[in-house]
């Protein structure tokens, strides 16, 4: 038999309404609190959470929406969202959009229908541009990517200048003929796009770039492609961990001796990265800190609605490996 409130305050030889003040964290003495708590624990009894956030506009819940949680890059910032969330007594709903902008619009939707406090979003670059913020009844702070319309807190790389440093660093080393492989879906891909341009522009180089669906499969197919054409680069920079890990897939199935006959460098500080011989030049994004701000930053926005909107734009660090060694 399914026990209810009212068994809960029968045991306790309370009201109801004190055991749903208990329940709500509302005002009671401590003595009150421990004999209802304790009434709970012999009941079994368990509160209807749906029930509780129909009649509360704080659910102490926030959504995290990635755009593919295989990402280690997601899964670091994820786990250091989680980690504040949880110091902060809130609950996180994540979900996976797999780069989709319908996934995303669908899981905007569950996040009204539960009542979020607020949402943390990697957003495709169609959904960036065209959000209504305001409509959604909740704050968003973006992560990693953000339209140029997008009316909301974020925490971001600074992509341009990444992006041109890993050019520099490669020129430096000798090479001339560097191709760029840049995501497809999100202003990220496009920001980096746009720093690997300006750098190659500046040495007075062509700047050689490919589009694609951010994921390991389609970079493989593209640089396999890509490597069999005249002209092909002598040095090949990949705009995210995916990109990088198929660009290498493709290299070694070709039998091409990295960097021997190809030089790669790209983004994320994957653990893989390092193993790989030779290890791959990267930028190393501060993962952590991301996940950390965003998650601070919604707790103030929380706290403080009409406060200024606020962007947070964080340096990665060039992590130089043998992947991009001065060529012979």
């Given at each position: 038999m399914t026990t209810s409130i009212k068994d809960v305050a029968l045991l306790a030889g309370v009201s109801v309404a004190t055991v749903s003040r208990v329940l709500g964290n509302g005002p009671v003495s401590a003595a009150l609190r421990a004999k209802v708590e304790a009434a709970v624990a012999q009941s079994g009894y368990r509160p209807n959470l749906s029930a509780r956030r129909l009649r509360s506009q704080h659910t102490h819940t926030i959504g995290l929406i990635v755009s593919d949680i295989r990402n280690p890059f997601f899964t670091s910032v994820s786990r250091a969202v989680e980690d504040v969330a949880y110091r902060s007594g809130m609950r996180v709903i994540l979900?996976?959009?797999?780069?989709?902008?319908?996934?995303?619009?669908?899981?905007l939707r569950l996040m009204q229908e539960e009542r979020v406090?607020?949402?943390i979003f990697a957003a495709t670059r169609a959904t960036a541009d065209s959000l209504d913020v305001a409509g959604l009844g909740f704050p968003v702070v973006m992560i990693d990517r953000a339209g140029p319309s997008a009316r909301c807190d974020a925490v971001l790389l600074d992509n341009r200048t990444a992006a041109a440093e890993l050019v520099d660093h490669l020129i430096g080393r000798g090479y001339r003929r560097i191709g760029g492989l840049f995501g497809n879906t999100s202003s990220t891909g496009a920001e980096r796009h746009a720093g690997f341009q300006e750098a190659m522009e500046r040495a007075g180089l062509a700047a050689a770039a490919r589009f694609v669906a951010p994921s390991a499969e389609a970079a493989q197919a593209a640089v396999a492609g890509w490597l069999r054409e005249a002209g092909a680069p002598e040095a090949l920079i990949a705009s995210n961990g995916l990109l990088l890990l198929g660009a290498v897939k493709a290299v070694r199935a070709a039998g091409i001796a990295v960097p021997g006959e190809l030089a790669l460098a790209g983004f994320d500080n994957d653990s893989w990265t390092e193993l790989a011989d030779p290890g791959m030049t990267v930028i190393e994004?501060?993962?952590d800190e991301i996940?950390?701000?965003?998650?601070?930053?919604?707790?103030e926005r929380l706290q403080q609605p009409e406060r200024p909107l606020r962007k947070v734009v964080l340096a990665g660090r060039l992590v130089a490996r043998g992947s991009s060694r001065t060529r012979n």
């Open positions: 979900c996976n959009t797999d780069e989709n902008p319908d996934k995303e619009a669908m899981y406090s607020g949402v994004q501060p993962v996940g950390r701000a965003a998650m601070e930053m919604l707790l």
